[in-house]
């Protein structure tokens, strides 16, 4: 209140000059109404940016002790359990969240059978679309958030002559998600479905029921080549080595991941926020760090 009070002075004094600087009344009288109304418009603009504020504030407060579980696909865990979660218990010190980690496809059964989730976040939007045709995630909620890559890795230090998902028939051994109910698996098989190769390998492919385990085989090298995603392969890249990426018009769509409320919750406020807080740009600046993109 001390610095509106200090503007309006300041205006009140300013239009005093100029009248006293002026021998007619009417641009005197114009020119005191001028400033009159800036600094109404100033005080005005300042008391509803306080109010945002408080607006915020109670908002966060109004949230009250309660605890929320994000059933995210697995790709996501270092992101979130490094620092995105942490950041919001900050932003919401009454909040406390829990993540569940694995692929978007056993995510999805899970939920259908009941798990207790508050938020889902799958690695594509098949899962998303198939849980929202169902009824059960808050359709308005949902947000296309990040984008991703699949790529070719080999283990670390490895001679391999592997250099493209042409060559990937080449491996003794590969390493792939459960295009069942994996994404980046149902991604690498139309990707190499597209490029002619997903037949002839079949022998040779050892499928993991969720992306982290693929890595793990490449990692641990009882795998000579596998497909991920791009920000996994960064997370592992002392044990691992990008070798290609998905050539481009082998996938018809992006790797998207979409992030929404299910409609189940029991926490349905502390789930919204949890939900707009990861479109944040600091958040968004966070996924950027881990390998995503903004989708677009």
Known sequence: MKKQFAVVMAAMMAAGMMAGCSSKPQETTAAATEAET????TTGAETEAE???ETEGEAKANLGEQGILVAAAASLKNAYEDELIPMFEEQYPGVTVEGTYDSSGKLQTQIEEGLEADVFMSAAVKQMKALD???MIASDT?????ENKIVLIVPAGSDSKIDSFEKIGDAASIALGDPESVPAGQYAKEALTNLNVWDSIQDKVSFGTNVTEALNQVAAASADAGIVYATDAASMADQVTVVAEAPEGSLE???IYSVAVVKA???EDAAKAFVDFLQTPEAIKVFEA???TAAE
């Open 133 to 135: 045709e169902e009824g």
């Open 51 to 53: 109010t945002e504020t």
């Open 265 to 267: 919750t029991a926490h």
């Open 253 to 255: 769509k992006k790797v």
């Open 290 to 292: 881990y390998g995503f």
């Open 38 to 41: 800036a600094a109404e418009e």
């Open 142 to 146: 949902i947000v296309d958030l990040l």
